[in-house]
């Protein structure tokens, strides 16, 4: 398996690589953001908005949520050079992508893959394990956003249910070739859950109805793996939030899902950037460590 995602780095690589693929992405990614703006932009003109109260709790506890996000992407990074075949302590794995992932804002994702390699390879992370780790991260966090996006369709305890069965059936002894990812699932189920929860944090913060907090969930998964899956887009700028607003758009009214669409990638930088600092200041202070050849014991 660990050969099969190391070609499949190799090709995303590729494709990541093209100058074309850069150019169209960010101007595709920052027309569909400006249409959204522009139409956040009508509404307020019109007074739509013009009875919103801002909750500041809401506000900080959704910057807040935002930033347990990255932790917990922080932390999953462990697994998934685990799952390359390299071990090393949480705080380093987690310091180098907390510092590396700035760089997803730059488009067509080249940036960001040179910059996880090249911080890890100065940690001591060879680069074909951060090449492999990447492919294993971006498969695990397509297959987590699109498993949360089923709370749209289904109550959250049917969801919860079908989550663990899944982890079961990995378990059992024909599975063990997918078992060592169970972690890192765990850990991008976790970040797509905690990033939902921020954003329906942000229509409390607006005095908005958006309906379950479920269903605002499974709806930023899903708008949320659109835009990763549109590689060249930087941070899926523009994707996400159009998708986001179509799905809630009909229980939450366009306003406020404008709203939340465009406050949503406000907050989602900001807590990049803390987090980012965050990182930078944690392998300041740690020594590179040497990295172990074999896979922790807590992961396996």
């Known amino acids: 398996m660990r050969a099969w995602i190391s070609s499949r780095a190799r090709i995303a690589l590729e494709l990541t690589t093209s100058p074309l693929g850069r150019r169209v992405g960010l101007v595709a990614g920052l027309a569909l953001f400006a249409a959204i703006a522009a ?22 506890a959704s910057i807040g949520v935002a930033c347990a996000a990255d932790l917990a992407l922080a932390a999953s990074w462990r697994s998934a050079l685990t799952f390359a075949g390299h071990g090393t302590h949480a705080a380093e794995a987690g310091g180098i992508l907390l510092v590396a992932q700035i760089a997803k804002y730059v488009p067509g994702g080249v940036l960001q893959i040179a910059s996880r390699v090249g911080v890890g390879a100065r940690r001591g992370v060879p680069a074909r394990a951060s090449g492999t780790a990447l492919v294993a991260e971006w498969g695990g966090l397509t297959v987590a956003g699109l498993a949360t996006s089923a709370l749209l369709v289904m109550p959250w305890p049917i969801w919860i249910v079908l989550v663990l069965v899944a982890f079961v059936l990995a ?4 599975a063990r070739r997918i078992a060592p990812l169970r972690r890192l699932v765990a850990w991008h189920l976790v970040v797509i859950v905690l990033l939902g929860v921020s954003a329906d944090l942000l229509f409390h913060a607006g005095g ?5 907090a479920s269903h605002v969930v499974g709806a930023y998964a899903l708008a949320w793996v659109a835009g990763f899956l549109v590689v060249f887009a930087p941070g899926g700028l523009g994707v996400r939030e159009a998708v986001f607003v179509a799905l809630l758009a009909g229980t939450a009214g366009k306003s406020a899902a404008l709203s939340v669409a465009v406050a949503s990638r406000v907050v989602t930088v900001v807590a990049d950037l803390l987090m ?11 020594a590179p460590s040497t990295l172990l050849h074999r896979p922790a014991d807590g992961d396996r």
């Open 208 to 212: 908005f109805s958006a309906g379950p």
């Open 276 to 286: 980012g600092g965050a990182g930078a200041a944690l392998l300041w202070r740690r």
């Open 39 to 60: 139409q956040l932009a009508v509404q307020i003109h019109r007074g739509d908005l013009s009875n919103v109260s801002i909750r500041p709790w809401a506000l900080v």
């Open 171 to 174: 378990s059992v002894p024909r």
